[in-house]
């Protein structure tokens, strides 16, 4: 039988270990259209995203190691030596960004950031769809001025809201078993 796209929604699961080969250039094309048909109330295409790819990936791990460190987060070196593992084998990371306007008092910032949220999941689901592993992460000095900054996103026109990383997956997982939906649903009559 073959695979419809609610299966591939139902399957998706966060693949953190990854490797080359990432999304060749039409691949990588259609994951970042799929963000482009997030619900994004007003229209205000907040989303941002920069490519970070090889030397730009090997930087990053330096900038962010580093801002970790000098903010005295808890980064213990057991920790610092499995981020940089994971960084030498990622081929592709998409640092997302929602752009905050100042002068909408109409569309609060909060729902800027669902709409760049679900432009990250369509992303996310594009990713599984293509046979991709791809995962979000908030670590790598995601809040840190110093990491955003450096990535072109200043921290008063922007929030920084993490990275996906995609790439091809380095050992194939189980997938995973998910609550019942029921649990989570209520019916209101009034
Ligand atoms: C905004 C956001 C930030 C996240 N940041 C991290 C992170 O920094 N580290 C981490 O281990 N998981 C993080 N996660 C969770 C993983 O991306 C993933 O969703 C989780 O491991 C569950 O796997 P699943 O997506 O297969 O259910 C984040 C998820 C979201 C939505």
Redesign the pocket.
Known sequence: MSVTPLDYLLSR??VKLVQSPGPDDHQLAQILQTAMSAPDHGRLQPWRFTLIREEGIARLAELSTSAIKAANLPFPPEKEASVRRWLAKVPLLIGIACQIDHSNTKIPEHERMLAVGAAATNMLNAAHMLGFGA?????LGTYLDEVTEALGFDNLDYRF??FLSIGTPIVTLDP?QRPDYQQFVTEWAG
């Open positions: 699961r966060s995962f979000w992460s908030t670590g809201m993490g995973v």
